[in-house]
């Protein structure tokens, strides 16, 4: 069984959301509508929420995690994810805020108490350090990511239609019984 409850909690899924046999949703888990979550994911919310909002994709080989509250972090740090977001292959995201509109690129690392405000792309194989804030418009790549430039217009509209294929591929695989 790949969508699991955990301590009293079980993954809400909204309307038409396609989880891949292999990936793994745990606990206190919401997923928006139109979501999809590919091969080889976890998603796991053991010990804090996960909200991710809807048409968002999660590609193959992804870690998504929470921060748990503790002697360290008296409130721990939820996984939040917005609208139309496009997560990369292989892209680990642990106890942040991530906006809406917004491609993370693949093999970054997005670290605890990040907040990535709306229209955000983060190069591939970058990595977010702990509670950085990386506004909105912007390009953002390296180790540890910096701002390199400003969005186009182009790049601005990519967002919704790098969503929107997704949405149309997992429509494929829920038609053919995936």
């Known amino acids: 069984m ?17 989880v891949d046999a292999s ?19 976890v998603i796991r919310g053991d010990m804090h929420r996960i909200r991710i909002g809807a048409r968002t994709s999660v590609q193959d080989g992804s870690v998504l995690h929470i921060t748990h509250a503790g002697p360290f972090n008296p409130d721990g740090y939820p996984l939040t994810i917005g609208d139309d977001v496009t997560i990369g ?3 680990i995201l642990h106890g942040c805020t991530l906006g ?9 690392i997005v670290m605890d108490g990040v907040v990535v405000e709306d229209e955000v792309v983060i190069g591939a194989g970058s990595l977010v350090p702990a509670n950085k ?7 953002y790549m390296g180790s540890p990511a910096k701002e390199v430039r400003p969005l186009s217009e182009k790049e601005r509209s990519f967002f919704t239609y790098t969503a929107a294929n997704y949405v149309r591929l997992k429509d494929s695989y829920l038609q053919q019984g995936h």
């Open 2 to 18: 790949n969508i699991r409850p955990f301590d009293g909690h079980t993954p809400q899924l909204g309307e038409r959301v396609f």
């Open 23 to 41: 990936a793994v949703v745990l606990g206190d888990v919401q997923l928006g509508d139109d979501c999809s979550v590919w091969p080889a994911t």
């Open 89 to 91: 292959h292989k892209v």
């Open 100 to 108: 809406s509109r917004i491609l993370v690129g693949m093999g970054s």
């Open 133 to 139: 804030v990386l506004r909105s418009g912007y390009l």
